[in-house]
């Protein structure tokens, strides 16, 4: 069973920081580009960040460069988003997004909010 399970969100107050983790299972991790996706209120979603297979090159929101950072260890079949300088504009459910080109395999966990207020 093919499971994706974000956490670590939670309220943070403007210039804060939070890590959230993406813990996957039910499939060959170290196959599949992660990304992180969010959607806040009346808003699409969208791609924030996206990191291949072995993590060697990542791509990033221009609004998020120089603050967020995605790294993951295959080891543990996991993926990290650390979020630094938080704005209220990040405010959004954040999704974890598993993507293998080859076979078109697509997993999304169910989400984790994160909230930037003071």
């Known amino acids: 069973q093919v499971q994706l399970v974000e956490s670590g969100g939670g309220l943070v107050q403007p210039g804060g920081s939070l890590r959230l983790s993406c813990a996957a299972s039910?499939?060959?991790?170290?196959?599949?580009?992660m990304r992180w996706h969010r959607q806040a209120p009346g808003k699409e979603r969208e791609l924030v960040v996206h990191?291949?297979?072995?993590?060697?090159?990542?791509m990033y929101l221009d609004s998020v460069k120089g603050r967020f950072t995605i790294s993951r260890d295959n080891a543990k079949n996991t993926v990290y988003l650390q979020m630094n300088s938080l704005k209220p504009e990040d405010t959004a459910v954040y999704y974890c997004?598993?993507?293998?080109?080859?076979?078109?395999?697509?997993?999304w966990g169910r989400g984790t909010q994160v909230t930037v207020s003071s």
């Open positions: 997004n598993a993507r293998n080109i080859f076979n078109g395999y697509d997993f």
């Open positions: 990191i291949t297979t072995t993590g060697g090159s990542t």
């Open positions: 039910g499939f060959t991790f170290s196959s599949y580009a």
